[in-house]
């Protein structure tokens, strides 16, 4: 019996390598390129739109004889364009952004406010896919939005 040479030893090496390589690319390919595949593909564009969407949250949007409170009311906006909105609460009283029946994105995941919006701050939102989505003021419920997001000019 005579102990493995350095030759021997050099070629084990090389075959642990070969087998790891191996093991590795059949993991990449099993495991994480299927996840990588389940994920949506959303153009850059969307993810990084050049404008912004504000919609302003008016002084007084809590009493119910004022007509105006989020203003715009109903608001059109485009992918790839200007499809990160933005709430700001003008008013002095705390808000919320929440919408009629819950909304998921495929990007952004659910949507409204995670509490209330206080005076002052904001609420921000990237819509990533096309959805029109009616929205109230949970402490006011006749305060009352409408989203629709359009598939942009811009976006292929
Ligand atoms: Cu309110």
Redesign the pocket.
């Known amino acids: 019996m005579s102990l493995p040479t350095s030759s021997h030893a050099y070629g084990i090496g090389l075959i642990a390598v070969v087998i790891g390589a191996a093991v590795g690319i059949s993991y990449y390919q099993l495991y994480y390129i299927p996840e990588l595949n389940a994920k949506p593909i959303i153009p850059e564009k969307v993810l990084k739109p050049g404008d912004t969407t504000t919609i302003t ?1 008016v002084p007084g ?2 009493n119910p004889s004022q007509e105006q ?1 989020f203003v715009p009311k109903k608001v059109k906006v485009q992918l790839g364009v200007n499809n990160l909105v933005i709430w700001k609460n003008t008013g002095d ?4 952004v929440t919408p009629d029946k819950p909304f998921k994105d495929q990007y952004s995941d659910a949507f409204g406010s995670p509490g209330v919006i206080k005076p002052g701050q904001t609420y921000k939102f990237l819509f990533t896919q096309e959805a029109t989505v009616p929205y109230h ?4 419920p006749w ?1 009352k939005g409408e989203i629709t997001i359009e598939h942009g000019a811009l976006t292929s």
């Open positions: 949250i949007a809590e409170n009283t705390p808000h919320t003021c949970e402490p006011h305060m």
